[in-house]
């Protein structure tokens, strides 16, 4: 039986009881059940980090890791490999399907920090290791990683293999730009070390390459990333701003402040946002106000935003630097309202130390017809454009979306070579556009509307983040990438054998 909506009536009544009722399975089920993997992790990583036995382990799991690979390169090389950790697993609404006719290697095993380096301020981990886990342990050694990507289970080999970006960006750039060095194991098994600044022309190459690559050019077996001192809270500020043309302006200014340890801005409608500054402060001063908004009975982060750009009125307040890095985890952005009541009071008392549930069961568990109900009207899209182009960008995005909040990200993107490249030859203020909802319009076409998005992105020599759907064609994916590097790299590391292209691990048919 159909409906004058062209959908069968069974999946009109699954959108009806998704929407109202998923929370029973949500609440009951996932929340638990995160909670309690939660626990049991960071018990695990406690354990680990006492006994230091990480960096023993470490050379077992990469000898493991070089031995696949190895036996791989022994075989008939009729499959290609990639990263055993499962679809499931990954911060992106895609299931991989490649993972199902790959060789898996097993990275997953990669879940460690191996050694913090105070002298030359840097971090050595594995690629599985958690935004979470990283700011559990360096937060109270009084150090903190520049850039902390805000949801506790992104991984660091995701935000170097992919690409990870946060309001500190505007000091900083990506998540690749604090990178020192990487260590991969390469399609015949040996391991190299790409390292930043060395003569070596090969690992220049090799340093530049890997960003965005999404495991293509080789698996990282171990990152090493710049830390810097912190500080126990962050002072915030909060300006409410009008439309867009306030909006970009605001963003501008504050971004070439260089005090500004974080800017941040919120959209949440054509007619008010909210732009956001953050300097590292030892607390408040007498009488100041200490905001701990990680706290499981405070409201979510982007209402509590929401209602000081409702008065508009300039609020600073003090919170705790976890809470801070950490401030989107709680209601995954503005994705968690999915439990409708979640951020009612009574509900945050009562049950709000148990959340959020963790992506990945949330994923596990959006299959059949609920996948393809979600799949009909949810965006999920960060593109990365020049910050002058900001407010015709969001008009554009208002024009074929509609839908708010929209997350808004300055960051810095310096000239160097690689997939992800600037031709000025100068620095330029790229700003991350963040789209995550439901549409509501009518004319809304997943495939149709999401094209004219890239093509837009495209015409300001803009990006788009590669855990979201991509509908371009091969040709149009590198207009927007630069592949001179990448390929050379393909070639002189014989991965073209081993590993999938980037465009053919992220376009549409590769992921269900
Ligand atoms: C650090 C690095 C090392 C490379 N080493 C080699 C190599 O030894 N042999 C090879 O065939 N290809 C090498 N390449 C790849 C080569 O740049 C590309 O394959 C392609 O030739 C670039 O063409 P293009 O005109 O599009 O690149 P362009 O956009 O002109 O260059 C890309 C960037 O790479 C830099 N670059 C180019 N070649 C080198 C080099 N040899 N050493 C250091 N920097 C370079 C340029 O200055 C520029 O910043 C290297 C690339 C980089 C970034
Ligand atoms: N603030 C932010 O910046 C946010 C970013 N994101 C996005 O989420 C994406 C997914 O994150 P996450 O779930 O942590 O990562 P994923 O496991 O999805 O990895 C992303 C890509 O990197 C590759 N990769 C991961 N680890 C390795 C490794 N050790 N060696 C080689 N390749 C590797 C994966 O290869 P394979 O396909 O073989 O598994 C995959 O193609 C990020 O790339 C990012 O773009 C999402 C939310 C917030
Ligand atoms: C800040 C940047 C650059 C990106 C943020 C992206 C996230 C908002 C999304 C990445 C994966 C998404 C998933 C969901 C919500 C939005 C993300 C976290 C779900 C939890 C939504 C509910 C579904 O049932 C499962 C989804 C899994 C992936």
Request: proline letters at 5%; one cysteine or more.
């Amino acid at each position: 039986m159909g409906s004058s909506t062209g959908h069968p009536l069974s999946e009109i009544i699954l959108e009806f009881l998704l929407h109202h009722l998923r929370w029973i399975p949500v609440c009951f089920i996932l929340l638990p059940l995160s909670f309690i993997y939660d626990l049991i992790t960071r018990a695990r990583n406690r354990l680990v980090h006492y006994v230091n036995s990480a960096p023993r382990a470490h050379d077992r799991k990469v000898a493991k890791i070089q031995g696949e690979v190895r036996e791989w390169a022994r075989g008939d090389k009729k499959k290609k490999m990639c990263n055993a950790r499962s679809g499931w697993s990954t911060m992106s609404f895609r299931y991989p399907l490649y993972k199902n006719t790959s060789t898996l290697i097993s990275t997953n095993s990669l879940i460690d920090i191996l050694e913090v380096d105070e002298e030359n301020r840097t971090i050595r981990v594995e690629p599985m290791v958690s935004m979470g886990d990283i700011t559990n342990y360096l937060l109270p050694r009084g150090y903190s990683l520049p850039i902390v990507p805000e949801l506790d289970d992104l991984t660091v080999g995701g935000m170097i293999n992919g690409c990870g970006v946060e309001s500190s960006g505007r000091k900083y750039g990506l998540f690749q730009h604090i990178c020192v060095s990487y260590e991969i194991v390469t399609a015949d098994g040996s391991l190299v070390v790409a390292k930043k600044g060395t003569e070596d022309a090969e690992s220049q190459g090799l340093f530049y390459g890997i960003p965005w690559s999404h495991g293509t050019l080789g698996f990282l077996v171990a990152a090493t990333i710049r830390i810097i001192p912190c500080k126990p809270f962050v002072k915030m500020t909060y300006m409410p701003v009008g439309d867009f043309k306030d909006m970009t302006a605001k963003l501008q200014s504050e971004s070439t402040v260089s005090e500004n340890e974080f800017v941040e801005g919120i959209q949440f409608s054509q007619e008010m946002g909210v732009v956001m500054k953050g300097r590292f402060s030892d607390g408040p001063p007498k009488n100041g106000e200490i905001n701990a908004i990680g706290k499981w009975h405070k409201p979510w982060f982007y209402t509590h935003v929401e209602g000081i750009g409702k008065k508009n009125e300039e609020v600073t307040e003090y919170i705790p630097l976890r809470d801070y890095y950490h401030r989107h985890s709680k209601s995954i952005f503005w994705e968690l309202e999915i439990i409708p009541f979640g951020n009612n009071v009574l509900f945050r008392w009562v049950y709000g130390w148990l959340c959020p549930p963790k992506i990945s069961f949330l994923k596990y568990t959006t299959f059949g017809a609920v996948r393809r109900i979600y799949e009909r009207r949810h965006v999920l899209q960060d593109m990365l454009i020049p910050l002058t182009d900001l407010e015709k960008g969001l008009q554009v995005f208002h024009d074929k979306t509609n839908i708010y909040p929209v997350w808004l990200c300055p960051f810095n993107l310096p000239t160097c070579p690689g997939f992800v490249k600037q031709k000025s030859g100068r620095n330029v203020l790229y700003v991350d556009v963040g789209v995550y909802g439901v549409c509501k319009k009518d004319d809304y076409d997943p495939k149709k509307t999401t094209r004219e998005l890239e093509e837009y992105v495209r015409s300001v020599e803009g990006v788009q983040m590669l855990y979201a759907d991509t509908y371009m064609t091969r040709e149009e994916f590198y207009q927007m990438f630069d592949s001179s590097l990448y390929e050379w790299l393909r070639v002189k590391l014989n991965a073209k054998d081993a590993f999938p292209d980037v465009y053919d691990k992220v376009k549409k048919e590769a992921r269900f």
